[in-house]
């Protein structure tokens, strides 16, 4: 009897994951998990781009619409919620699919999480609290006097990891890197990592486009109307933020600069998922080609 097969379709934002994910469903009649780290809050629509009403009726999706911004959503979050929805998908289908960009959590899907020491809200709330005073440059400071071990080797660039290193020291004593060993688990299923890619200058293209659209569609009246909650982990995000800091009175173009960070943000997207040689990596619109490369291997475990 085969294993089950699980199909992850990844890549960098608006390259057009939501369509190619929709048809490989269709073709292969079964469901999709999003493993988008926003869709899944239901007050979150356009500045996210959430899959369309239509889009949703062609392909029942996991992880859209199923929190609230209030609740605390992360990997591992993720990871167990995915586990569960693959197994429902399962009962009645022998594939499934998985998609998105957030790349921890298609990692955490497919390779499991370290287990993290829990916590204190206070030490959270203390770091969170400087970090707006002062800025990532007081971050970096931080965690390279209290943590060297993980400045020397993390992304000091990425905010929300220099707070956890710095959380998990003052909570522990300890360097975040000793809880990090990278134990990958193996899942009781297939895995087949597919990829979509487009040349540089035509997925800014769509980028742009797409934020234009975001415009037209009412982006800066949502971002208004999420402005009251702009301190919660979920409003961290390209798309909002610009407005934000908008309404607050910062100059420059909003739209402009969520164009630019979008690109940018498309651009790590690209360097994660390009570090995993298990993608195989397509153009969009080559489903057929990724329908084939399924058939092939869906009944090996890779």
């Known amino acids: 009897m085969n ?15 939501t369509a190619a994910a929709i048809e490989v469903a269709r073709h292969f009649y079964t469901e999709i998990i999003s493993a988008d780290s926003r ?6 629509d356009i500045g996210v781009a959430k899959p369309s009403p239509e889009e949703l009726k062609q392909v029942h999706h996991y992880f859209i619409n199923t ?3 209030q609740d605390n959503v992360n990997a591992a979050v993720f990871e167990q919620y995915a586990l569960q929805a693959i197994d429902n998908i399962f009962q009645q289908h022998d594939i499934a699919v998985v998609t998105g960009g957030t790349g921890l959590y298609i990692k955490a899907f497919c390779e499991g999480l370290d287990d993290m020491p829990p916590l204190s809200p206070e030490i959270r709330t203390a770091i969170q609290e400087q970090y707006q005073q002062h800025g990532i440059a007081w971050l970096q400071q931080q ?7 993980y400045y020397a080797t993390g992304e000091i660039q990425n905010p929300q990891r220099l707070m956890r290193a710095l959380e998990v020291k003052q909570a522990t004593g300890q360097s975040i890197r000793s809880f990090q060993q990278q134990k990958k688990v ?12 487009l040349p540089k200058p035509e997925l800014h293209a769509r980028i742009n486009t797409r934020v234009d659209g975001m415009m037209k569609q009412g982006l800066k009246a949502e971002a208004e109307r999420l402005y009251p909650f702009r301190e919660l982990n979920a409003l961290q995000t390209v798309g909002y933020k610009e407005f934000f800091d908008y309404f607050d009175g910062e100059e420059g173009d909003p739209v402009e600069k969520i164009k630019v960070n979008t690109r940018h943000y498309a651009k790590r997207q690209m360097t994660w998922f390009k570090k995993d040689a298990a993608f195989q990596w397509f153009l969009p619109g080559a489903v057929g080609e990724m329908i084939s490369w399924i058939d092939k291997r869906k009944d090996t475990t890779l």
Request: glycine content about 6%; overall charge positive; hydrophobic content about 35%.
């Open 3 to 17: 294993k089950k097969t699980c199909v992850i379709i990844a890549g960098p934002t608006a390259v057009g994951k």
């Open 39 to 44: 869709q899944c809050f239901k007050e979150m």
């Open 67 to 69: 929190h609230s911004i």
């Open 143 to 149: 965690v390279q006097e209290q943590d060297p071990l």
């Open 186 to 197: 193996t899942r009781p299923f297939n895995i087949i990592k597919l990829g979509l890619e």
